[in-house]
């Protein structure tokens, strides 16, 4: 049958990207449909960090958490461009407290009652303890004590925060991690359609028959329904299966401010309401702060961050920081919609962030995807597989553990000398624009500026290092169709760029879609 392949995945984020490659890398036929663009919702709108959820473990989430600090070092060593370690600071405040209704808060309640909900400095050193020692760390430094007296870290606090503890996480750029799992993927054959919505899909004998709302068609033995926050639609409207499974839209929003502070590290802040926030380094220039937890109504498409919201981080961080951070110093928010395994938790902050596959194998395979954290993206996929492979005596064994995303392929500590190797070759450089490019394509920046000895040889210049030569690579190698999907999920050059040149890039890419 014409357009039947092994595998039609629905969902252009990270669980339907990393799945992908993963099939694709198997020897697998894989075709791969997203509505919109890759990353648009949830999976461009997470805190950009690779880390195990410390706060997880008050939920006694161990099995989640030790596999996320597992896989932190696995996926750093296969993407050192976008990911690289980060040291966070958590200053001690005796009016921290848990959030009311995790397990850890009940037990300490019923011990500790004269406690009255506060977080006490020895469960807190405890639970680090466990974060450096769950996950066989290698590479990482582990936790410290810091003093906040004359020193860097604590120069931005407020004076009544002496002590911290300091540990480690990753960074990672999400939206780009999302694209190069997609170029892999089609690397290794994967179709990947962007702009394609799926208006329904059917068994049809032991196939599935997909119809995209454009009128294609197309068919594969087995279906998987990666739509992030979608999950639940596609179960109900689009494959009109029977089940009781239902997601949780749970909405986390982020503020960027100009830079608090004058140093490379992130700090973790607990409130007296039980919540935590991030403020970490952002694009050089910028702090970002975030991220709040709100069930959400409505389509995932319109979450953004309310006023309400932008006021509560502002308060949050102002909470910590010696100067106030006021919602006038905000220069951009974004908000995103995690489609959370409803578990029946009694907030949003507690609901699980594991991850959950559900087979249907009332005749051909459909395996839906629930929840799951971009920093176990990589064993979801493995685990999807495992799910599958029974249905596919071709499948290859499972390879992603030590295999380089593209641009990934030079040592951990391999970032200085990369960015001094482009200077180099391409003269016309600044420092700043070669270091842009090394963090977001790595080894395949050379492949982007080709033979070019001076910088009109890249083309048109939109701004903010932005050319002719890596838009089209863009559009070629990452599926790129419009200026938003550059400016704001490629790179972060929106920030940069005036909305003139935005609209002048849109113009561009149209013509270029047209010519094509």
């Known amino acids: 049958m014409p357009d039947t392949t092994d595998l039609f995945i ?19 036929s894989v075709r791969l449909a997203e509505m919109g663009d890759l990353a648009q919702a949830t999976s461009s709108k997470s805190t950009k960090l690779f880390h195990g959820g410390l706060r997880y473990l008050e939920y006694l989430e161990i099995r989640l958490v030790r596999e996320a600090l597992k896989e932190r070092e696995v996926l750093l060593r296969a993407m050192p461009h976008i990911s690289w370690p980060m040291r966070f600071v958590l200053p001690l405040d005796p009016e921290m407290t848990f959030e009311a209704h995790t397990p850890v ?38 936790t410290r004590s810091l003093s906040l007296e004359n020193t860097a870290e604590g120069a931005p606090l407020q004076d009544r925060l002496k002590q911290a503890y300091e540990y480690s996480d990753c ?36 196939l599935w028959r997909v119809t995209l709302i454009d009128g294609q068609i197309f068919h594969a033995r087995a279906l998987i329904n990666a739509g992030g926050p979608w999950v639940g639609h596609i179960i109900r409207d689009v494959a009109h299966l029977p089940s009781a499974e239902t997601v949780r839209l749970v909405r986390g929003s982020h503020i960027v401010v100009p830079k ?18 991030f403020a970490l380094p952002y694009q ?8 709040t937890d709100r069930d ?8 953004e961050c309310t006023p309400e919201e932008q006021q509560y981080l502002c308060d949050f961080a102002s909470g910590y920081f010696r100067q106030a951070v006021t919602r006038d110093q905000i220069v951009w928010t974004y908000s995103g919609v995690r489609p959370l395994y409803d578990d029946g938790a009694k907030s949003a902050t507690a609901a699980t962030r594991d991850y959950v596959l559900s087979l249907d194998d009332k005749g051909a395979p459909c395996l839906n ?16 597989m495992e799910k599958l492979t029974p249905y596919f005596a071709n499948a290859g064994p499972a390879w992603t553990a030590g295999a380089a ?29 070669a270091t842009r490019l090394i963090r977001a394509y790595g080894t395949d920046a050379q492949e982007i500026l080709g033979k070019a000895q001076e910088s009109a040889a890249l083309g048109r210049d939109f701004g903010a290092t932005l050319t002719e030569a890596e838009v089209r690579w863009l559009m070629t190698h990452e599926f790129a169709r419009h200026a938003s999907d550059i400016v704001w999920r490629r790179s972060k050059l929106g920030l940069r760029m005036d909305q003139g040149q935005i609209a002048a890039l849109e113009e561009w890419m149209s013509d270029a879609r047209a010519a094509a």
């Open 405 to 433: 995303l593209p641009g990934g392929d030079f040592p951990v500590d391999g970032v200085a000398g990369l960015i001094a190797d482009l200077r180099a070759g391409y003269p016309f450089l600044t420092g700043e624009w």
């Open 171 to 206: 960074w990672v750029d999400d939206a780009r991690l999302v694209a190069l799992n997609a170029h892999d993927a089609a690397l290794r054959g994967a179709s990947v359609m962007v702009g394609a919505e799926v208006a329904e899909a059917a068994r049809d004998g032991d």
């Open 284 to 291: 050089d220039e910028f702090t970002l702060i975030g991220t």
């Open 296 to 303: 959400h109504d409505g389509s995932p498409l319109d979450a």
């Open 369 to 384: 995807v629930f929840g799951g954290k971009i920093t176990t993206y990589r064993r979801l996929a493995e685990h999807a």
């Open 105 to 142: 808060s009940k037990a300490l309640g019923m011990l500790m009652p004269w406690n009255k909900g506060h977080r006490p400095n020895f469960l807190i050193r405890a639970g680090l303890f466990l974060y450096d020692n769950l996950g066989g760390r290698k590479i990482l430094p582990g």
């Open 10 to 28: 629905i969902g252009g984020g990270i669980n339907g990207c990393g799945i992908a490659r993963d099939a694709a890398g198997r020897g697998l």
């Open 260 to 277: 608090l502070y004058h140093h490379d590290k992130a700090y973790f802040f607990q409130g007296k309401d039980g919540r935590i926030i």
